[in-house]
Every structure is written in structure tokens, then in C-alpha cells.
């Protein structure tokens, strides 16, 4: 197929966005039809992408969305390694990883972030418009007419069929669809790093924590920000549709004002006592419930132990 060829739509797309940053993108087209036959009835699936490269299936997710209206969300994990040239030359100029001249062209923040945000606000890396629409346009035969001729051989009349060269849309719902008009929708960038996993039992690193909360509920709503120093005794984020019991002392109270936010579906219970965060929950029907820090202190061990 014309659209999945990876030179046309997926390095040039991306010259077109952000210049010769990344070799050897996925063709756009690839990536939107294949999510497509898992998600097309799902309008509010969540696709996760690990290894996330120069960020097209983020771009094809967005893609979706536009065409068929579905409210789609993507999480990309990416490093942000540099290429092998651009290591040695770095090297050679006296940087190292941890570097900010360094990390500066690490893929993360030198392809995948740019590339995002430039698609989603419709302009390249110079602040440019984008030109062209997200059509792609293919060249096929169609029957045009019948003519019958005499035959030199038998003298008998033989019916000929003429074709017409013709062009026509591959994805009509996107031919009207601007580069840069972008995309409706929004996007955050973190940055991943390891927590001390004794401060993290002690409800020291409460805070570094919210956005791994906001993502295990959904990622609903804008991230949560905590505008004092001092950690609150409860959340109650009704934007987010999640809760957080940070002193189980205030159960009462924080049961109390979790009843009147029935959209709340993810709680979270700060307690070491597994029977007083069965106590708390036992109530909680058709809410995810989640023991901070027991959940994620065990996860980090089974990670470690593999």
C-alpha cells in the first residue's frame, strides 16, 4: 500500500515537522491502520507504546480521534539515549550523559517531544505552519467505456474494454484534514526517575508521586499540583475522579466527602495495616481501591527480583 510506505510517510512527515532528527520512522498510515483493527469500536481505549522511537503511534492515536471523533488517550516510554554519532561527537566536545548539552539531543527531547507537540499545534520546529492535509491520494484504473471493433483475424466483432486513469482518496474522512489545523487535544511530558524506596514508605515523596496516582486512575482531567508545602490529610479530586486517604486517622471525614462525588472510581489508602485498609474499603463497590504504600513497594520488589 502507498500510504504504508515508510519513506514517504513516515521520513518525510517527519522532515516535514522537526528536520533530519530520527532515521527510519514507521509510515503514520501503518501505525493508524493497525491500531485501527483492535480500537475502531473502542473510542476511549488507552494505548501504551514502551518503546515510543520518533513518537508516530502517539501521531496516529491523535489521527484516530480526529477522524472518528473517539476520545483516545496514548502513553509513551521512552530513553533518552543519543545516537552512536552524536555520542561520539558529544564525547569528543567533553559532554557526558547527565550532561544538559547531553540530554538536550537525547530522542526523548530532541525527537519524540518536539515531533508531539509540533503535530498537535500544527507548525514544525521553527514555528512554521504545516503544509498539505493528511490525505493520501492514489492513481487506479477505472472502467471508462466499451468499444467494439472488427477483428483482423476472424472479422468478427469483439468488445473492448477502455480504462481511465483516475485518482482517488485512500482516506477520504482525513483528505480535508490540515496539517495545521493539528490536533484537539493535550499532552504532558515527564520524567521518569527512581525514588528512594525507604522515603517513599515514610509518606516522604508523597508529592513526586501524584503523577504515578493521576496515571493509575486514568489520567483524568489535568495532573494534580499540591499548592502547600505541608501534605493535606485527604484529596478529594473530583476533576481527576480519583481520592487519596493520606492520614487514616480522617477516615470518617474522608468517607463522608467521598460520598458526594459518585464519579470517583480510584481511591487510594496511605496505611501499613492491611486490616484497616480492608476496613476502609470494604464499602467501596465498583471503586479501584489501591494500599499506599504496600502496592507499590511490592511491585518495586517483584521488579527487582526479576
Not at 552524536?86 to 527531547?109: C, D, P, S, V
Not at 517531544?113 to 507548525?123: D, F, K, L, N, Q
Not at 468488445?159 to 484534514?177: A, C, F, G, V
Not at 480510584?266 to 504504600?293: H, M, N, P, W
Amino acid at each position: 500500500m502507498k500510504s504504508h510506505n515508510a519513506e514517504t510517510y513516515g521520513t518525510n512527515i517527519m522532515n516535514l515537522i522537526i528536520g533530519k532528527r530520527f532515521d527510519y520512522p514507521k509510515s503514520l498510515y501503518a501505525v493508524h491502520d493497525t491500531i485501527k483493527f483492535f480500537i475502531a469500536n473502542k473510542p476511549n481505549a488507552l494505548i501504551v507504546d514502551f518503546f515510543a522511537g520518533s513518537g508516530t503511534t502517539l501521531h496516529a492515536v491523535n489521527l484516530l480521534n480526529a477522524e472518528d471523533g473517539g476520545h483516545r488517550r496514548c502513553i509513551m516510554v521512552t530513553n533518552n539515549e543519543v545516537s552512536a554519532d552524536e555520542a561520539k561527537n558529544l564525547a569528543q566536545a567533553g559532554y557526558a550523559t547527565g550532561n544538559a548539552e547531553w540530554e538536550k539531543f537525547g530522542i526523548a527531547r530532541y525527537v519524540t517531544w518536539p515531533r508531539t507537540v509540533c503535530s498537535i499545534e500544527g507548525h514544525d520546529i521553527n514555528g512554521k505552519q504545516l503544509k498539505g492535509s493528511y490525505g493520501v491520494e492514489v492513481e487506479s484504473y477505472e472502467k471508462d467505456d466499451d468499444d467494439t471493433v472488427i477483428s483482423k483475424a476472424t472479422g468478427k466483432p469483439t468488445k473492448n474494454t477502455i480504462y481511465k486513469k483516475t485518482k482517488r482518496q485512500m482516506y477520504p474522512e482525513l483528505s480535508d484534514m490540515l496539517m495545521s489545523d493539528g490536533f484537539k487535544t493535550n499532552t504532558v511530558f515527564f520524567k521518569l526517575s527512581f525514588l528512594d524506596k525507604t522515603s517513599v514508605a515514610l509518606v516522604r515523596q508523597f508529592r513526586e508521586l501524584i503523577p504515578v496516582l493521576w496515571m493509575k486512575g486514568g489520567a483524568v482531567g489535568k495532573c494534580p499540583v499540591l499548592e502547600t508545602e505541608e501534605l493535606p490529610d485527604m484529596l478529594i479530586l473530583q476533576n481527576n475522579k480519583m481520592a487519596v486517604l493520606i492520614d487514616e486517622i480522617y477516615y470518617s471525614e474522608f468517607d463522608t466527602e467521598l460520598k458526594k462525588y459518585p464519579e470517583i472510581k480510584t481511591v487510594f489508602i496511605v496505611t501499613d495495616s492491611e486490616s484497616a485498609y480492608r476496613e476502609i474499603t470494604r464499602t467501596y463497590d465498583g471503586k479501584d481501591c489501591y494500599q499506599l504504600y504496600r502496592d507499590y513497594l511490592d511491585n518495586f520488589r517483584i521488579n527487582i527480583r526479576r
